[in-house]
């Protein structure tokens, strides 16, 4: 068996007992998992390892180190990105050749595709929640610097996100990095999104039998208006006269409040003269409380699933005993282990088939709706007990509109 030069980051296998002589195209058995891919240009493979799921996808060697370092790039400034694993060269293949090389990458658990989000022609109540997900993806990418270059809806995965969804980058190999992107190339990549959004829509209108005039051909249009009101909201620059200072940390908390990281602020005297500033603000990834949520607490979740979370743990630090810890950070700590731990641990065994992070934002959100129903507070083990009854209700996408 000819062996591939390999390249993997710490915490993973080695991948050295899958059939490297073969294109996975070929795979089966031992540890190939099925699991749906929607549309690609090249071959994929799924893997499964005590570490976790692993996607395996061959490209020309080029291309496999362009993806690779692409993503390297992109996860230190973007949250929801296909985590990059290592890269494979098969040195007995010419480099030109597909399966030269492959790109690996950590499978996300309990994500899914648009085509499993779709409810008939369209994607039901869920639309609204997949174009500002798909919206603030694109935003971030290109915050970061990012010219996707192929952004379509197979290009993306999707995972439920407390009342939202969110969006995950999962191919990279088209992508362009920069220091900054002009209007023309952001304008440009969203135009080639809404091309590819448009004929994705169009092949599952005919692949279910549909009229192609039935098609939900504006998503990609509406994605684009999602986008622009976001993008202006995050690039205004506000004038702050001397008796309106409030209004920096106002600013500054709209932008927590939309997810964003803030990184410098800069106060400018404005051309007017006198004594006015004009505020120009540098934006972050979208992972505002989800940073927040690690740094308290050392938990990962997705940045609306961290909202909630983080409001359950300002909820009980109110209470005896966590108010009389004598840091904040103790505090924190006693709550993942006194309230937050047992209770996952209690949904995990009662909910298995359900992320567990987002069943506890599930129950989080059941409790909220018996306690303003109530008129009081429920306490955690009877509104337990009645989710239960319950059956373990989720969100209801009925229940949100619009995430911005």
């Known amino acids: 068996m000819s062996i591939p030069t390999l390249s993997i980051l710490p915490g993973n296998p080695n991948f050295l007992d899958l059939p490297w002589d073969q294109s996975v195209a070929h795979w089966e058995g031992g540890r190939v998992v099925e699991l749906p891919t929607g549309v690609h240009r090249h071959e994929i493979a799924f ?27 992109l996860r230190n400034h973007v949250r929801p990105v296909a985590p990059p694993v290592g890269v494979v060269e098969r040195g007995w293949v010419p480099a030109d050749q597909e399966w030269s090389s492959a790109i690996i990458t950590k499978f996300v658990p309990f994500t899914f595709t648009y085509r499993e ?51 995950l980058m999962i191919d990279a190999e088209t992508v362009e990095l920069r220091e900054e ?44 208006q999602r986008y622009e009101a976001l993008w202006k909201e995050l690039m205004v620059d506000p ?70 979370i983080l409001s359950d743990l300002h909820y009980h630090r109110a209470r005896e005993p966590f108010k009389s810890a ?11 282990v006194q309230v937050f731990e047992p209770l996952l641990d209690r949904i995990q ?23 303003s129903g109530q008129g009081r507070d429920v306490p955690s083990a009877e509104a337990y007990i009645h989710w239960a009854e319950e059956r373990f209700p989720g969100y209801s996408p009925d229940d949100y509109g619009s995430i911005q």
């Not at 996607?55 to 291309?63: F, G, S, W, Y």
């Not at 798909?134 to 290009?155: I, K």
């Not at 005919?206 to 009229?211: L, M």
Request: with cysteine; net charge negative.
């Open 117 to 167: 989000l779709i409810s008939g022609g369209g994607f039901g109540p869920r639309r609204d929640q997949l174009l500002d997900a798909f919206a603030g993806l694109l935003v971030e990418l290109h915050l970061a610097g990012c010219f996707w270059g192929d952004c379509s809806l197979s290009n993306v995965l999707y995972r439920y996100d407390a009342g939202a969804v969110e969006a």
């Open 326 to 336: 004598p840091t904040r950070d103790l505090s924190a700590m006693m709550w993942r």
């Open 181 to 224: 992107l002009s209007a023309g190339q952001r304008y440009d990549d969203l135009q080639i999104m809404e091309t590819n959004v448009a004929g994705g829509m169009a092949d599952i209108a005919v692949s279910q039998g549909e009229d192609i005039d039935e098609a939900d051909l504006s998503l990609g249009s509406d994605i684009i």
């Open 349 to 371: 065994v009662d909910v298995p088939q359900r992320e567990p992070i987002q069943a506890y934002t599930d129950f989080l959100h059941h409790r909220f709706v018996m306690s």
């Open 239 to 308: 004038v702050v006269g001397a008796d309106e200072r409030y209004l920096i940390r106002a600013r500054i908390h709209r932008l927590n409040d939309l997810g964003f990281e803030v990184g410098e602020v800069s106060l400018l005297p404005d051309k007017s003269g006198g004594d006015r500033v004009q505020m120009k603000v540098h934006v972050g990834g979208r992972n505002y409380h989800s940073a927040r949520l690690r740094r308290l607490t050392r938990l990962d979740a997705a940045e609306n699933q961290a909202r909630q």
């Open 47 to 73: 893997v499964s390892y005590d570490e976790g799921l692993y996607a395996i996808k061959e490209l020309p060697r080029h291309l496999a180190h362009h993806e690779y370092d692409s993503l390297r790039t």
